[in-house]
């Protein structure tokens, strides 16, 4: 029988050992934490850039974290939901989506840029020496998106081109979802799209420079792309950053230490911080549900569209 006694000499071993019994409480409940995020690039490359967050995690936090790179933005909402995602990367979209569909998580901070905004563009590319300079010239070609849940990739253009006339479903011969920002700029490079729909932080910060960066876009003649290869003919309103988020369940006494894990993250561990944007974003900021009421009002505005349709 578990008495008071029992129960505070319990309590007195795990002082001896340095530890407060709460944080035991919390890791025998959570002996291992999983971090997931959206699929911005390839599985590969964000394995590699976000190995030394989860490592720096796994020190802060006192208990293994382990990485979990999603096949596509719904793995991420759907396990949150479940409760097998405890720690989050999303865009502003997909967490949105996860609130809007009762995922109870609570955002933590949110990425600034070089800019100094937290925030970004949802943008149109076309290739430079295609004949396309507005989004009108796109009458019945081919739009290469990203994912349902990717703001840039499909939410923003589809609100925004909206609001300036133009229906994506109607106005373009063709839309289909590419599965990750860099797969859609592949398929702009490899003619299976006439436009692709993408992020844009700033001119030396878009999902175009860090690929060319990883010598990913290559010309028929297999020489480099540059940013100057791709012309942007569409450029939404401002964005907020997408936020880290973890599960609104779990100990406060956890959800203490994750908050002030990420806080501290850009001065106590700068080369985890800056692999995470190749050492373009400056600072983490703190955010709450209400910064991304904008994002849901989009989503909802989107949805009916789509009940109309």
Do not use: C
């Not at 253009?157 to 990750?180: M, N, W």
């Amino acid at each position: 029988m578990i008495t008071r006694r029992t129960l505070a000499a319990a309590a007195a071993a795990l002082a001896l050992l340095g530890l407060p019994a709460a944080a035991q409480d919390w890791k025998a409940q959570y002996p291992e934490l999983t971090l997931g995020v959206i699929p911005a690039e390839n599985a590969s490359g964000t394995a590699d850039r976000w190995a030394p967050l989860t490592a720096y995690l796994t020190k802060s936090l006192g208990v293994p974290v382990k990485l979990r790179v999603a096949s596509d933005y719904a793995a991420v909402i759907e396990g949150q939901r479940a409760g097998n995602i405890q720690i989050a990367w999303y865009g502003p979209a997909s967490f949105a989506r996860a609130v809007m569909t009762g995922v109870k998580i609570e955002p933590i901070v949110n990425q600034k840029h070089e800019t100094g905004a937290s925030g970004y563009y949802s943008v149109v590319y076309v290739l430079a020496s295609s004949p396309y300079k507005t989004v009108e010239d796109l009458k019945g070609k081919n739009l290469a998106l990203v994912d349902p849940n990717s703001t840039s990739g499909n939410q923003a253009p589809r609100f925004f081109l909206k609001r300036a006339g133009y229906d994506v479903e109607k106005f373009f011969g063709k839309t289909f979802y590419a599965g990750s920002h860099e797969n859609a700029v592949l398929a702009l490079t490899q003619g299976t799209a006439d436009a692709a729909a993408n992020l844009w932080n700033s001119e030396t910060d878009t999902m175009v420079t860090r690929m060319a960066a990883k010598g990913m876009l290559k010309k028929p003649d297999g020489t480099p792309m540059q940013q100057s290869d791709f012309r942007v003919v569409f450029k939404s309103d401002f964005l907020p950053e997408g936020p880290f988020a973890m599960l609104a369940s779990l100990p406060d006494d956890l959800k203490a230490k994750i908050r002030d894990a990420f806080v501290a993250l850009p001065k106590a561990d700068k080369a985890a911080f800056d692999r995470l944007s190749d050492g373009k974003d400056q600072d983490l900021t703190p955010v709450t549900l209400k910064d991304y009421q904008p994002i849901i009002d989009m989503l909802r505005f989107n949805d009916e569209q789509r009940r109309k349709s």
